[in-house]
Each structure stands twice: as structure tokens, then as C-alpha cells.
């Protein structure tokens, strides 16, 4: 069964670097029409917006669930600062 879409018409204003770099990406085939890129991008956005909700959903409120449920697993931002910055300076000097 063939499924077709309503095509709906929407006037956008994009400031002049975007809408050259629509022109460019059309110009160079990487896309048929500026309508195509725009619907790609949706698309991307879509879904991105989707796999940060799975995150959330999975992963994060599970991790504030158990800091919530056993508040000693936290650790300061202050201890948290120190220890991205030991292991930063370990990266550089290595």
C-alpha cells in the first residue's frame, strides 16, 4: 500500500549564512532542493531529540534513582572538578 504524505508550505526567514550553506549543499547535489535538506534536517532533529529521551528515560533517571535512594554515592563538584582536571593534566603530560 502506497502511503502519501500532504505537503505543507512554510515561508522561513534564515539569516544570509544559512541560507548559503542550504544553496551550497543544493549546488553541490548533495541534496535535490532546499525542501529536501530541510526535511533531512527535521529528520536529524527528530531524531535526536528521540535517543536524548531514551537516555533520559533509561539511563539518567535510573542513575538519580539510585543517588537519590543512597545519597552517599554522590560525589562533590569540587572532587569532581579535581578529578577531570588530574586526569586532563595526566592526558597532557602523557
Do not use: N
Not at 505543507?8 to 543544493?26: C, F, H
Not at 537516555?55 to 572538578?81: E, I, N, T
Amino acid at each position: 500500500m502506497l502511503i502519501v504524505a500532504t505537503i505543507e508550505k512554510r515561508t522561513i526567514s534564515l539569516p544570509g549564512d544559512q541560507a548559503a550553506s542550504i544553496d551550497a549543499k543544493v549546488s553541490a547535489g548533495d541534496y535535490a532542493s532546499a525542501s529536501e535538506l530541510i526535511r533531512a534536517g527535521i529528520s536529524a532533529l527528530k531524531e535526536h531529540d528521540e535517543a536524548i529521551g531514551r537516555w533520559l528515560q533509561h539511563q539518567a533517571a535510573s542513575s538519580f534513582d539510585a543517588m537519590k535512594a543512597d545519597p552517599a554515592r554522590g560525589v562533590s563538584v569540587d572532587d569532581a572538578f579535581a578529578s577531570v582536571r588530574a586526569r586532563h593534566a595526566e592526558r597532557v603530560k602523557g
